[in-house]
């Protein structure tokens, strides 16, 4: 099972998202691609992430990511 | 329609359409910093039906609207509920990776929305190496407080203000502020400007431009090879261009930028559709 690091290197992977705690502020991934990672998140792990949690604070980094996940019943 | 005063007020209220929504729609992407001054500057309004919310934020002397909804059915429905829609000045963006955006695009037309210009953005790492870059002799500098009324004037008079966000006074004055804007003076003027917005390791390019009477010298030549070099730590320079802008696309490829694949539609309503495309 790929990894929230392997779906985010795949989207940005000019980037190493292991090493930032502010994916935003450090220029990392923007609202489009925020979408795409939805996108990604849902067809990987089979769930479907509700509107109302696709907001900033979710997305922060990889452990805000994987409490998302686990919110959704996955063990990332 | 009710002014927001509030950010979590913005919030609050696309989380009422968001809640429980399979088919949740938007063109709503807001930058936090960004919605913080719309609405400290008294430029955003809602107003919300079943299922669907319309954002109208004043820009210059017209409206964009953006919605957020459950799904397009439900933004067709609603945006049928708005009154004066057709006479009003209101642009919309669409951005998205497919080249036709499908069902939502059909719910605006049936509101009177037109097409009215594409944009696609394009992308160059931040370590690719430069083919070519004349104007290194000319003096690129930081732009300075004086210079924000030519600044101004020269966007102005160049750039579409529906299809490509122009700022206000006060925006470039903040960039000012913050040394993003490059300018190069000729002749005791204003010769051209390069506006962008870094934040990390990504870097926007807002705005490369060089009065009439200056181009084609390699002022704006100048300017680029100033701005990519001085980025040092961006891994990723990112731009909005007209797509049929041929003579910018070409150039931008020449310092290796290349379509990333996104386009973002801009509809009108039809007093802006017919003052443009009479
Ligand atoms: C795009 C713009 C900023 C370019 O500025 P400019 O000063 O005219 O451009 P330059 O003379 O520096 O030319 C830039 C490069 O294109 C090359 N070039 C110029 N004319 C060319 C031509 N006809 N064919 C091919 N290459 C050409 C130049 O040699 C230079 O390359 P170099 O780095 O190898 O020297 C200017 O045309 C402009 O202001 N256009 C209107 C606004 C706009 O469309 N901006 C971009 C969208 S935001």
Not at chain 2, 27 to 53: I, M, T, Y
Not at chain 2, 220 to 241: D, E, I, N
Request: hydrophobic letters at 45%; proline letters at 4%.
């Amino acid at each position: 099972m790929k990894t929230i690091a392997d779906i985010l290197k795949e989207i940005r992977p000019e980037f190493d998202f292991t090493t930032s705690t502010d994916f935003k502020a450090d220029g990392m991934l923007d609202s489009f691609d925020m979408v795409t990672l939805v996108a990604t998140l849902d067809k990987t792990y089979g769930i479907s992430i509700s509107g109302a949690d696709i907001v900033p604070e979710n997305f922060q980094n990889l452990e805000t990511i994987a409490a998302l996940l686990r919110k959704n019943g996955v063990q990332p | 329609m009710t002014p927001f005063r509030t950010v979590a007020g913005v919030f609050a209220a696309i989380q009422t359409v968001k809640a429980g929504a399979a088919g949740f729609c938007t063109n709503f992407f807001p930058d936090g910093q960004k919605l913080q001054d719309w609405v400290e500057r008294n430029e955003l309004h809602g107003e919300s039906c079943a299922g669907a919310l319309f954002l109208f934020r004043r820009d210059h002397d017209f409206s964009r609207l953006y919605f957020c909804a459950a799904s397009p059915a439900a933004l067709r429905a609603g945006i049928a509920t708005l009154a004066g829609l057709r006479n009003e000045r209101i642009v919309v963006d669409l951005v998205g990776k497919e080249s036709a955006p499908g069902e939502i695009f059909l719910a605006l037309e049936a509101a009177g929305f037109r097409r009215y210009q594409q944009l696609c953005r394009m992308a160059r790492p931040g370590q690719s190496a430069l083919q070519a870059a004349g104007g290194a002799e000319l003096p690129v500098t930081l732009a300075g407080h004086a210079d924000v009324p030519a600044i101004l004037a020269l966007l102005e008079g160049a750039f579409d203000r529906y299809a490509e966000q122009l700022p206000l006074t006060a925006e470039i004055e903040n960039a000012v502020a913050s040394g993003q804007i490059f300018v190069v003076r000729l002749e005791g003027v204003l010769a051209g400007l390069l506006f962008f917005e870094t934040q990390g390791v990504t870097s926007i390019l807002r705005y490369w431009l060089v009065a009439e009477a200056f181009r084609a010298r390699h002022v704006g030549a100048a300017l680029m090879r100033h701005y990519l070099a001085t980025q040092s730590t961006v891994r990723r320079f990112l731009l909005w261009v007209i797509a049929s802008n041929d003579n910018a696309v070409q150039k931008y490829r020449r310092y290796g930028f290349v379509p990333d694949g996104l386009v973002d539609h801009v509809l009108a309503s039809e007093p802006i559709y017919n003052e443009n495309h009479r």
